[in-house]
C-alpha cells in the first residue's frame, strides 16, 4: 500500500511538472512557435474545434507562422479567432492562408514576461508541495492504521522529500531556459 501510495505522489507530481512547462509553451517569446496557437478553438460548424485540427500550422520564416485552412470558408474565421484570443497578434490573409507576423518584443514587455514565467513557476511548485503535504498525510494516516514501524514511515518520507526536490529542480531548470529564451534578441 505505501508503494502505491509512492508511486500515486510520483505521478501527479510528474502532472504538475507537464501542466506546468504547458503554461509555459503558451507564453510568446518573440519568435515564431506554433504551440502558441494550441489553445485556440474555433467554432466548426457548431463544434468547438482546436484551431491546429483545422488548420496546417507552419514556419515559413523565424517571425511568421503561417495556417492553411483545410477549407477557405474557415479563414476569417481563424483570423477573428486569434484576434479574440488577445495574444498580441494582428493576423492578415492572403487569400489561401492566415498570416500571423510575430512582433518583436520590447525591453519593458520582456521584463513583464519574465515575471509571468515566475509566477508559473511557483505555482507549479505549490502544486508539487501540496501533492507532498497530502501524500504525507496518506502515509501518516496509513502508518498508524497499519502499525507500520516508525523507521518505514521515516524512510518513505525521505523519499517523499527527494521526488519533491527533483521535481522543483526541474521546475526550476524549465524557468531558466524559459528567461534565456525570453531575454534572447
Known amino acids: 500500500m505505501l508503494d502505491n501510495i509512492h508511486q500515486e505522489a510520483i505521478?501527479?507530481?510528474?502532472?504538475?511538472?507537464?501542466?506546468?512547462?504547458?503554461?509555459?509553451?503558451?507564453?510568446?517569446?518573440?519568435?515564431?512557435?506554433?504551440?502558441?496557437?494550441d489553445s485556440i478553438v474555433i467554432d466548426y460548424y457548431g463544434t468547438p474545434t482546436p484551431l491546429n485540427q483545422v488548420s496546417?500550422?507552419?514556419?515559413p520564416e523565424p517571425k511568421l507562422i503561417t495556417l492553411q485552412a483545410y477549407e477557405k470558408s474557415l479563414?476569417?474565421?481563424?483570423?477573428?479567432?486569434?484576434?479574440?484570443?488577445?495574444?498580441?497578434?494582428?493576423?492578415?490573409?492572403?487569400?489561401?492562408?492566415?498570416?500571423v507576423p510575430i512582433p518583436a518584443l520590447s525591453e519593458e514587455r520582456r521584463k513583464e514576461l519574465i515575471k509571468f514565467v515566475h509566477k508559473i513557476i511557483e505555482d507549479g511548485k505549490v502544486a508539487v508541495r501540496n501533492i507532498r503535504r497530502d501524500t504525507l498525510?496518506?502515509?501518516?494516516?496509513?502508518?498508524?492504521?497499519?502499525?507500520?514501524?516508525?523507521?518505514?514511515?521515516?524512510?518513505?518520507?525521505?523519499?517523499?522529500?527527494e521526488i519533491t526536490d527533483s521535481h522543483i529542480k526541474d521546475l526550476e531548470s524549465h524557468e531558466k531556459n524559459k528567461e534565456k529564451e525570453l531575454m534572447k534578441v
Open 137 to 161: 498525510h496518506k502515509i501518516h494516516d496509513y502508518g498508524k492504521k497499519e502499525n507500520e514501524s516508525e523507521d518505514e514511515i521515516k524512510g518513505r518520507e525521505t523519499d517523499l522529500q
Open 11 to 37: 505521478s501527479r507530481m510528474g502532472s504538475a511538472v507537464i501542466h506546468t512547462q504547458n503554461e509555459l509553451n503558451k507564453i510568446r517569446t518573440g519568435r515564431a512557435n506554433p504551440e502558441i496557437f
Open 56 to 59: 496546417t500550422v507552419s514556419i
Open 75 to 99: 479563414i476569417p474565421i481563424i483570423e477573428k479567432a486569434i484576434v479574440d484570443a488577445n495574444l498580441g497578434f494582428t493576423p492578415g490573409n492572403n487569400g489561401n492562408a492566415v498570416l
